[in-house]
Nanobody
Framework: VQLQASGGGLVQAGGSLRLSCVSS????????KGWFRQAPGKEREFVAA????????YYADSVKGRFIISRDNAKNTVYLRMSSLKPEDTAVYYC????????????????????WGQGTLVTVSS
């Protein structure tokens, strides 16, 4: 399984970006997908996750109301639409495949994800 993230870049505060993550190899359709991020000097943190069906989503409090995660299983792609970006959103964003999860809280833990993309850098200038 390989995950390829793209869509990062430099954006001004208040702007928007859409990240994409394409899966290839053995099918990842029946797995949850998540986005995590890691800022310089900080630990990797959860951003958002979506169930395999796309029916349920989870968000970190810091991005709730600003970011939207979605997926298109026909294209093996998961998206992260980021709006009202802030300088503190600056980080390398990673997509990951996870599951099966048996509780909502499990979606938030990086340990539950087994395959990770290479990351895409998002820089938000003030």
């Amino acid at each position: 399984v390989q995950l390829q993230a793209s869509g990062g870049g430099l954006v001004q505060a208040g702007g928007s970006l859409r990240l994409s993550c394409v899966s290839s190899g053995r099918t990842s359709v029946n797995y949850a997908k998540g986005w995590f991020r890691q800022a310089p000097g900080k630990e990797r943190e959860f951003v958002a996750a979506v169930t395999w069906s796309g029916g349920t989503t989870y968000y970190a409090d810091s991005v709730k109301g600003r970011f939207i995660i979605s997926r298109d299983n026909a294209k093996n792609t998961v998206y992260l639409r980021m709006s009202s970006l802030k300088p503190e959103d600056t980080a390398v964003y990673y997509c990951a495949r996870g599951g099966p999860f048996y509780s909502g809280s499990a979606y938030y833990r990086a340990s539950g994800y087994d395959y990770w993309g290479q990351g895409t850098l998002v820089t938000v200038s003030s």
